[in-house]
């Protein structure tokens, strides 16, 4: 009996130990995918015009589309009335009940604006790309620790834990999804999250009150953050009432709904804006006629999805993993086979070709979510783009990960050599998908347009559109900002303000162009020297997001 304690009380160290020693592994895995991450930081170079949005919205105490507010147009603007719409300032750091505002007249929930306004305002009046990129660094962190811990509830391993991490961490997807300063990276966090409560959930016998009152706060931080997280929610939700259900686990069920209801209930009561958003909003509005609208050409539309997941997850070869899976599945079956017979046991004896424990449930429960989240997203979203699937895209490959390592360990048995093969095949596939410009977001340009803007920082400029192209001219802020000033016009009025445009400029001063329009190029630039009296022009470059940007000297 003493010998029975002694080694029970020493094999409880040892556990402790092991885990320790996976989780310091998992860590310097994080710091190494966190340098990847910081490395293509630093190649970003421009802006998708919604991370203009994102910037304006969580910082600006101005109109929060400035581009569509009264004075925009036909007026002159200091580079600090660009500057502040895009930074906190110095009285206004932490002002979080303006960026409530701001967001009440967008068509998004204010969580991610808030967390971006945080880091803003620890950097007032200084515009950069470090803002987006630290905001997403702490919610990539938080998607690879939760993954981590999915990975050990799905493998049962500490070790094993890390392959999903090693797959997702290092692939196109994960990078694009922190290169793009929006709310994608942090929705996921909780679609993430709610994966991992739904999981308690099944494998408890009871559920628990702290259970409860972590799954609203889930619920109520992912439906603040995107309201595509309900999508998500609804169908792992669905899934798991239909589960508790037939367990018999009734006033389990009923604590669930009392959690979501918390959960959302609290979300609409803070922010009652939300149902505004959903249904009479511009995108809810969209969304809902796409759903009713039998034309829509949804099968071509989740086709798109697929290969953007296949590019951004698998580098494009999901042909090659596809056969060879089905290679390891065919060597498996019949492994399995050969060993029944050499041993000479029954089926019920040997060791179990199939999962009979709860970690089936799971894994398809999972995948039936993930894959009916794609499907309705691909009928409903605005666009065909990636960052609308962002939010399941560590759970599929959580899920490929499991599925692969089954396959491998079923026909290779040595479950080192197992790890060790598909680390080393999840590494080069990241490496292979990032490494064959499957990297979204970074917008490399020949030209650093905001170093061109900083060199002419003593010339005045002038910007010149179309007025259906407005909106172009938020990529320009971040190069208007170093300019003394900027006339923003459109093509129509811009002989009814050639007056004023010459009579503000100095005598001798150079004035650089940004000109968007369908007419000839060099018919309007003629007309623009002529305006300003400037004889000579040089082209700088472009096209720029449309614009062509001229140097006009005496």
Known sequence: ?????????????ENRKHRYKWLLVFFLLLVIQMAVMIWYGTQKQGYHADEMFTYGLANTTKEPFLAESPG?????????????????????????GQTYRNQTLDVHPPLYYFLFHTVSSFTPNIFTKWTGLITN?????????????LGRKLFRSDGLALLPCIFWGFSAGAVSATMYFRMYEMVTCFTLLLTLLDWKIVQEKTLQRKHVGMLAAVIFCGFMTHYYFVIYLLYLGLILAAYLLHEKRNSDFKKCLVGVAFGGGLGILLYPTCLSHIFKGYRGRESWERIVDGASPWKTRIHIYLRIMNRELLGGTFRVVLAVLAVLAVAAVILHYFRKQKCGITESKAESFVWTDKRTFLFLQTGLGCGLYIITVARIAPYNVDRYAFPVFPQCMLLLAFFCWWLLQSVVRRRRVCFGILAVLFFCTGVFGAGHRDVQYLYPQKVNTEQVAKQNSDAYSLVVYDKAYYAYTYFLYPDLMHYPKTYVTGMNDLDGSSAEIKQEIPAGKSVLVY???????????????QEVGRSHAQKLFGPYHGFQ??????
């Open 1 to 13: 009996m003493l010998k029975k304690d002694t080694i029970r009380q020493t094999s409880i160290p």
């Open 137 to 149: 660094f702490i919610c990539f962190a938080v998607c690879s620790m939760v993954l981590y811990l």
């Open 515 to 529: 000109l968007q329009t369908k007419e000839p190029q060099g018919a309007v630039l003629k007309r623009i020297q």
């Open 549 to 554: 940007v001229y140097h006009l000297t005496v």
């Open 72 to 96: 925009y147009e036909g007026q002159w603007h200091t580079g600090s009335y660009f500057r502040e719409y895009l930074t906190t300032q110095p009285q206004e750091t932490f002002h979080y």
